[in-house]
């Protein structure tokens, strides 16, 4: 082994470590994850945890390896080393559809809504609700979606006028504050968004921005993935950083700046 | 790409919907209820004879075989798919069931019709399981896969009907294809489900029927499909695997299985358009749904639904169909050459598109 590898091996270790709040256990524990794609090990035996209430924003240059990861978490791509621990319960995350239901709920980048349909009829997509159609046939609860869609909507203050309406035809935050919304109403005990505010105007990242902190008042958790170190700084507790696979820095926000953060990133 | 801010499209204000005018688009959306009733207006003037309760009746029956194909394909459609095979799957089904009810012959009339109608379900089932297969399981286009059952349907129909239309000489047959639920004669008063009592000779021809049993089977099958449709769990789904399947799939919709059972009952309703066929003809024809595939989809691209998916009503289809078998019937009483149909019919199918079109321009 040449000194240079040796040195690169054992940059882990030293990464700057995170100030983790006392006594808490976390929600995600990843330990040693490590995902391949034939030669190429895109994430390196990654340590990654996250706890209650805490907004993480996962950085790093294109092919760092963070999108990879947060795939892992999120079931689309299955880890070929180290484990996942969900509140202290290892848990094996085999599709998309499983990480729902253990309470894992990605905000992915093209949204993943049916824009035909509407805000509500998306919000309980895959989940609705039974109901009676014309009084005596088995259908769907309709008023009800609607009431709690509108519920969930106003707690995160949202204004859809037309929950009805097919999503096409909102606006970007509007969009995205379905897609958040939907996260929020199943009880999501881990929140995922990928590049949240990449397709937005100004006002609508403002909006989305304050979504992340009215979901953190809730106590949920939730990994950020941006590029923008405006949005960045804004929002996030902890910064993970990543370079090439490995972990290289986790710092708490009020402790850098976004000069120290680039230079992590690109080495 | 990175997101710079200074660079975005400009911002919306995010608690306002994008509105299209009301009045134009309730017109846009509405465009073939309106459409249908100029064309009521039209004929009602220029064809003596069409504005008639009894011509109104004769179009509801004429369209019935052409909306119960359309029915299922409005599954299909939504789902962003095709179903070409609707046609044949319908002849085969007419074909298949004809014969049962031709080897039955001398058996009670019941057990004949039942007979028959399981016949033409469990064509339906099979070709639909088949189509279903192919689009949901092996990830064949659809277009591909119902053309290579449409083939099959054909071939068997003809190997087993032999060609010629395979006829039932049973008696009390026709009147389940051609009754009335109620008769009224001047004399004799008023009957549900048969002639008047006494009724008989050139007295029958001063009978008048209300509510063609064509009609009645048509309101039932599309009360049904539009409470699958428009209220069920499964309907719901149908509009998300049209949509966006990659959502639907991550929100724990079963895709496979979903477009599976859209087939199977799209080749259903086929089959049974093949069964009401029977019922009115009293045989059945191995290209009796020949012509017919194409209308159907005319009709529910005419009734608002989109070709792309995740968009389209039963209602539409409806009316869709009610378009189509309105041409068709003030043509005929204007004595105008049948074959204009199709030009008028094209046309009709071209605007609506055009229309469609504009809807998204105007309205996004």
Same mark, same amino acid.
């Given at each position: ?52 209430? /805490? ?204 000069? /120290? ?7 | ?14 608690? /306002? ?169 001047? /004399? ?177």
């Amino acid at each position: 082994m040449s000194p240079l590898a040796t040195e690169t091996r054992t940059a882990p270790a030293s990464i700057p470590q995170g100030p983790h709040p006392e006594g808490l256990a976390p929600v995600l524990r990843c330990r040693k994850l490590t995902k391949r794609f034939g030669g190429l090990v895109a994430v390196d035996q990654v340590d990654f945890d996250v706890y209650p209430g /805490e907004t993480v924003a996962l950085l790093g240059d294109n092919g760092a390896g963070k999108s990879t990861l947060i795939q892992t978490v999120a079931g689309v791509h299955r880890p070929d080393g180290g484990s996942i621990e969900l509140d202290g319960k290892e848990v094996e995350i085999r599709s998309p559809l499983q990480a729902r239901d253990l309470g894992i709920e990605t905000v992915f980048q093209d949204l993943a809504l049916c824009d035909n349909l509407g805000a509500a009829e998306n919000i309980f997509l895959g989940r609705e609700l039974p109901g009676k159609a014309y009084r005596f046939l088995p259908g769907l609860n309709e008023a009800r979606m609607r009431s709690e869609a509108k519920s969930v909507l106003s707690e995160l203050h949202i204004n859809i006028r037309n929950l009805d309406a097919p999503v096409r035809t909102l606006s970007g935050g509007q969009r995205q504050a379905t897609a958040i919304a939907r996260a929020v109403y199943w009880k999501a005990r881990l929140m995922i968004m990928d590049e949240p505010t990449a397709a937005l105007g100004v006002p609508e990242q403002k909006k989305v921005l304050s979504l992340i902190e009215a979901l953190k008042a809730r106590g949920v958790p939730v990994i950020v993935i941006s590029h923008n170190m405006q949005d960045v700084f804004e929002v996030a507790d902890r910064l993970f950083i990543m370079r090439r696979g490995r972990a290289v820095a986790d710092l708490r926000a009020a402790d850098t700046n976004a000069n /120290e953060v680039v230079r992590l990133m690109v080495g | 790409m990175s997101a710079n801010p200074t660079t975005m499209s400009p911002p919306s204000i995010d608690d /306002e919907n994008i509105r299209p005018a009301g009045l134009i688009a309730l017109a846009s959306r509405l465009w073939a209820v309106l459409f249908l009733i100029a064309l009521i207006v039209f004929f009602s003037i220029v064809a003596p004879g069409f504005f008639d309760l009894f011509n109104f009746q004769a179009v509801g029956a004429n369209m019935a075989v052409l909306l119960v194909l359309g029915l299922g394909q409005t599954f299909v459609i939504i789902s962003a798919g095709i179903d070409l095979s609707t046609g044949f799957v319908m002849g085969l089904s007419s074909v298949a069931s004809a014969l049962v009810m031709q080897g039955l012959t001398g058996y009670p009339l019941p057990v004949i019709i039942f007979a028959g109608l399981a016949m033409a379900l469990l064509i339906g089932l099979a070709a639909g399981a088949v189509n279903g297969a192919l689009v949901a399981y092996m990830r064949v286009p659809p277009f591909i896969a119902t053309l290579g059952t449409l083939s099959v349907a054909q071939g068997v129909a003809y190997v087993l009907s032999g060609g010629p239309p395979v006829s039932i000489a049973t008696r009390g047959l026709g009147f389940f294809g051609n009754g009335f639920l109620a008769y009224f004669h001047p /004399e004799a008063g008023l009957s549900i489900l048969g002639l008047p009592e006494g009724v008989s000779g050139a007295a029958v021809r001063d009978v008048m029927g209300f509510f063609p049993l064509q009609v009645v089977y048509i309101v039932i099958l599309a009360a049904f499909f539009g409470w699958l449709l428009g209220r069920t769990r499964f309907g719901r789904h149908v509009y998300a695997v049209g949509g966006n399947p990659k959502a639907a799939s991550r929100a724990g919709i079963p895709l496979e299985w979903t477009l599976f059972r859209i087939y199977v009952l799209c080749s259903t309703s086929a089959a049974l358009a093949g069964f009401l066929y029977v019922l009115r003809f009293n045989g059945g024809v191995a290209n009796a749904g020949d012509a017919l595939m194409l209308s159907s989809v005319a009709a529910i691209a005419i009734g608002g639904a989109s070709m792309l998916g995740g968009q389209g009503r039963i209602l539409g289809t409806i009316v869709g169909a009610l378009v189509i078998a309105v041409i068709q019937n003030g043509l005929v009483i204007l004595g105008i050459d049948p074959f204009w149909q199709y030009v008028a019919v094209g046309a009709v199918i071209i605007m609506a598109v055009l229309v469609d079109q504009a809807k998204g321009r105007f309205f996004p």
